[in-house]
């Protein structure tokens, strides 16, 4: 799927969040810059989160309430060994009512269930970007 601009990545989040069944897990793998965390805006818009969704590289994680659950972002990107956050992720993957999007998790590959949305974007030479689940 090919997504031409920021706002039609919005859409597009906002769009896949109305066909999830609760617990789900969404793993995000693309470069910096591809636009995991603006899918993650759309995808929390379209779950009734009305707080703002910035990327939590610094972080590590962000946890944003909406109606009937709870969106988890996590970004693994800065740390060589996830540590204690391995053990964070793995309590939030058992919560009946939570989203979880994982950036960069290679090092919690093993973690993230079988039943998982995967999807890798692309950034193509023109600034849109491919979307390959």
Request: no cysteine; hydrophobic share 40%; proline share 5%.
């Amino acid at each position: 799927m090919n997504i031409a601009s920021e706002a039609a990545m919005l859409d597009f989040g906002q769009n896949f969040a109305k066909n999830l069944e609760l617990p789900a897990v969404i793993e995000l793998v693309g470069d910096v810059g591809a636009g995991k965390t603006t899918f993650t805006r759309g995808l929390a818009k379209g779950l009734g989160v009305t707080e703002s969704i910035t990327s939590p590289s610094f972080t590590i994680s962000k946890r944003y309430a909406f109606p009937g659950g709870e969106l988890v972002h996590y970004d693994f990107y800065r740390l060589d060994d996830p540590g204690i956050m391995r053990d964070e992720l793995a309590e939030t993957l058992s919560e009946p009512n939570s989203v979880v999007v994982v950036e960069w998790g290679g090092d919690v590959a093993e973690l993230l269930p079988a039943r998982k949305h995967h999807l890798e974007i692309r950034l193509n030479e023109d600034g849109s970007r491919e979307i390959i689940s």
